[in-house]
């Protein structure tokens, strides 16, 4: 998939993004809505014109989408309600002979786990459980790519966690899959590449180290010692702040082996007990907060 | 698959989801024929047509059908498809590899179906309960009303759909206009006792002409009804409506208001 300095207006919003080519699991993010993750995807799906620029999915400019395009894509799209008169199966059935080379409809229901839930009508499922059949009906064509725009919005945490597992299970089954998230541990967790957008512009890409990565060296050593140790022998530059059962210390460090190394010396030669040691790694959403308030100038080059 | 099993299909489909939507079934079947009833009740006996007395409830039962036509092919079509839209359902549609008019040939047909079951059903109470005579000339003029006055309707349904943004505008709308229309094609109130100038402006509308020629069918012996004028302003609608369809149908949801 390319996408060359797209530009598209669309209800007031302009995206555009630089080339960049979806690998197998791929996750565009936007903390806020209007960063423009459904205008650009629904460019993608053949949804809605752009006003600028190429775009290739497949190999087929999505602007004129045509039957043996449609065959070879799959679509989760936001906000879409099922037909409640008919089962989980009937639907699947339904779907499936819109396309050319559809998947066996049973194995599509054991895909999104509603082995339990086939005979019963859509009426009857839970919020999760729809959006999992939504999932189905975009992958019971066998797809080449599925596109799955938001897809655990509005569910509640064990129906997001049975949700991720399906997207684990279709991601070792090698599936190309192009999933927009309001979550950034959504995407950290599935994706194997991640774009994220503001305002419809890309402003960061890569995977999650990567996109850690671009924030800079904000790895961080924590511990707890008694307030008696001597962290002037340590050596290294620190914050300290006193806590109650003793002094908490903050190391900003760059190499974090060799730093991680220095304080373990440093508190054996001192028969220091340290509490709570921890490294933190700066999280996506911490690079996200760091996008999203920086001022666009200073976030384009990135 | 070829398309035209596809289309089948997806018409079979409609239908099934059809029978297990009992407010469908009510809207549909039931309130038709209990209006035949209720009509035969009030209206019993005698009416005045074209100046000859004829059995009021060979009149009703005409109009009643014609009535059925316009409230299936279009009144529940526009709801149909106004609900299938706001709920994203076309959209979905949409981004499949099924050609658009396999779900608009199953709609219809779905209407179709409706049709075909609740005039058999009313022409039945007629015969069984109310004396109504059946004869050749008037099944043939039946069957080609029934053909054309739902693709007139349906196509008329097909382009106010696009004026409905909502479930709830195209409940209102509907049902509402076939109503009204109703009352002035002499549908619910014999010809005979309307009001000249109420009839004239029904005149300018499809009903009247489609209740007409069925009247025309039920109650003049040896005629089927199919006069050319009725025949006309049934086809004169239906192509206007086909041609706002093609211009203005939308698949993906519109925004409340945005007519």
Redesign the interface.
């Known amino acids: 998939m390319d996408c060359a300095s797209r530009t598209a207006t669309w209800s007031g919003s302009t995206a555009s993004t630089s080339r960049y080519a979806a690998r197998r699991f791929s996750g565009s993010s936007g903390r806020t809505n209007g960063a423009g993750k459904t205008t650009t995807i629904e460019i993608l799906e053949g949804y809605r014109p752009r006003n600028a620029g190429d775009v290739s999915v497949l190999g087929v400019d999505p602007a004129h989408p045509n039957r043996a395009w449609r065959n070879r894509i799959g679509l989760v799209l936001q906000e879409c309600e099922l037909s409640p008169h008919y089962t989980v199966r009937e639907t699947l059935s339904m779907f499936s002979r819109y396309f050319e080379s559809p998947t066996d409809v049973e194995a599509v229901v054991a895909l999104v786990g509603l082995v339990d839930k086939a005979g019963d009508r859509v009426a009857q499922l839970s919020g999760g459980q729809k959006r999992r059949l939504d999932v189905g009906l975009g992958l019971v064509g066998d797809p080449e790519l599925l596109f799955l725009d938001e897809p655990t919005t509005g569910l509640d945490p064990s129906a997001r966690r049975e949700m991720w597992e399906m997207m684990e299970g279709l991601r070792d089954a090698g599936k190309t899959i192009l999933l927009t998230t309001h979550y950034m541990d959504e995407a950290e967790h599935l994706a194997d590449r991640i774009i994220i957008l503001r305002q419809g512009e890309i402003v960061a890409q890569g995977t999650s180290g990567e996109l850690r990565d671009s924030l800079g060296d904000v790895t961080h050593i924590a511990f707890r010692v008694r307030t008696d140790a001597r962290l002037d022998l340590l050596g290294m530059e620190a914050d300290i702040s006193a806590h109650l059962d003793g002094v908490l210390v903050r190391i900003a460090s760059k190499s974090v082996q060799a730093d991680l190394g220095r304080v373990l010396h440093w508190a054996d030669g001192q028969a220091l007990e340290l509490a709570d040691l921890e490294v933190v790694r700066p999280t996506l959403d911490d690079v996200f907060v760091e996008l999203a308030e920086a001022p666009p100038e200073e976030v384009r080059g990135q | 698959?070829s398309d035209v099993s596809?289309a089948v299909?997806?018409t079979r489909?409609s239908v099934?989801?059809y029978l297990?939507?009992p407010s469908a079934l009510v809207f549909t079947i039931i309130m038709p024929v209990v209006l035949l009833l209720l009509f035969n009740a009030i209206f019993h006996g005698n009416t005045l047509f074209d100046g000859i007395h004829v059995k009021s409830a060979a009149y009703y039962t005409a109009s009643i059908i014609a009535y059925t036509i316009m409230l299936n092919g279009f009144g529940s079509l526009v709801i149909r498809i106004a609900t299938?839209r706001e709920?994203?359902?076309l959209?979905?549609y949409?981004?499949?590899?099924?050609?658009s008019w396999v779900y608009l040939f199953a709609e219809i047909g779905r209407s179709v179906v409706t049709i075909v079951v609740t005039s058999g059903v009313l022409l039945a109470v007629g015969a069984l309960f109310y004396g109504v005579t059946v004869s050749g000339h008037m099944v043939v003029g039946l069957v080609v009303y029934v053909v054309v006055g739902t693709a007139c309707f349906a196509a008329l349904g097909l382009a106010l759909a696009r004026a409905c943004p909502t479930t709830d505008s195209a409940s209102a709308v509907g049902p509402f206009s076939t109503v009204v229309l109703a009352f002035l094609s002499g549908v619910f109130i014999p010809v005979a006792i309307m009001p000249a100038w109420l009839l004239d402006i029904g005149k300018v509308f499809p009903l009247e002409h489609l209740a007409r020629g069925l009247q025309l069918a039920f109650l003049v012996p040896g005629s089927t009804g199919l006069t050319g004028t009725n025949l006309a302003v049934l086809v004169a609608w239906g192509a206007v409506g086909l041609l706002v369809a093609i211009r203005t149908f939308r698949w993906?949801p519109l925004a409340a208001g945005a007519c």
Not at chain 2, 94 to 99: A, K
Request: aromatic share 4%.
């Open positions: 698959m596809l299909a997806q489909y099934k989801g297990r939507d299938d709920a994203g359902q959209k979905r949409r981004g499949t590899p099924m050609p993906e």
